[in-house]
């Protein structure tokens, strides 16, 4: 199973500043043949189920604002919200889906400071 | 509004058996890849099982194989998830969601039933 790892696992930033997270994969999901990056991002909010934020790797989902990006290739990938809102105060994961079973990392826990 | 609406969840002893539900609506279901997903209290999340549209194949991490049963009806656009042999470690909250059609990405969740392994 591809073994996804995030950093780091909680960071508090002040509102309206940026916040980074990192994923990395223990192999490549990088797919050669149509140059896609299998990565998704998910932002959590307590007691609320997953929201898909981003897949392949880059590409946000519908209605998601646009201060949420995703970057990153092959086996580095990072989430990065541009300007920090109250409401992005969540656990954030990274998923990838190139091959089966689809694995998550562990999370990374955003706060305001 | 897709909605998905997951039941079935409760305490169990170990070595006892739950059958959890998804009652999904609108979207049309039976065009869908239909998943399980969980997530142990204060912890990351684990796809566990996913059937195809109609029902033909189906896929299961490997913690679970041999012990859990993914189904699906998809005149009563119904969701299913027949648990066995049931460990400690299987305590969680468990999700309906739904995954594209083109690989695993789940753009739509149910709020989800919490399953509690205990004597």
């Known amino acids: 199973d591809i073994v996804m790892t995030q950093s780091p696992d909680s960071l508090a930033v002040s509102l309206g500043e940026r916040a980074t997270i990192d994923c990395k994969s223990s192999q490549s999901v990088l797919y050669s043949s149509n140059n896609k990056n299998y990565l998704a991002w998910y932002q959590q909010k307590p007691g609320q189920p997953p929201k898909l934020l981003i897949y392949?790797?880059?590409t946000r989902e519908s209605g998601v604002p646009v201060r949420f990006s995703g970057s990153g290739s092959g086996t580095d990938f990072a989430l990065t919200i541009s300007s920090l809102q109250a409401e992005d105060v969540a656990v954030y994961y990274c998923q990838q889906y190139y091959s089966t079973p689809p694995t998550f990392g562990q999370g990374t826990k955003v706060e305001i400071k | 509004e897709v909605q998905l609406v997951e039941s079935g969840g409760g305490l169990v002893q170990p070595g006892g058996s739950l059958r959890l539900s998804c009652a999904a609506s609108g979207f049309t279901f039976s065009s869908y890849w239909m998943n399980w997903v969980r997530q142990a209290p204060g912890k990351g999340l684990e796809w566990v099982a996913n059937?195809?549209?109609?029902?033909?194949?189906?896929y299961y991490v490997d913690s679970v194989k041999g012990r859990f049963i993914i189904s699906r009806d998809n005149a009563k656009n119904s969701l299913y998830l027949q648990m066995n042999s049931l460990r400690a470690e299987d305590t969680a909250v468990y999700y309906c969601?739904?995954?594209?059609?083109?690989?695993?990405?789940?753009?739509?969740w149910g709020q989800g039933t919490l399953v509690t392994v205990s004597s």
């Open positions: 059937i195809k549209q109609d029902g033909s194949e189906k």
């Open positions: 969601a739904s995954r594209y059609p083109w690989n695993y990405v789940f753009p739509s």
């Open positions: 392949w790797a880059s």
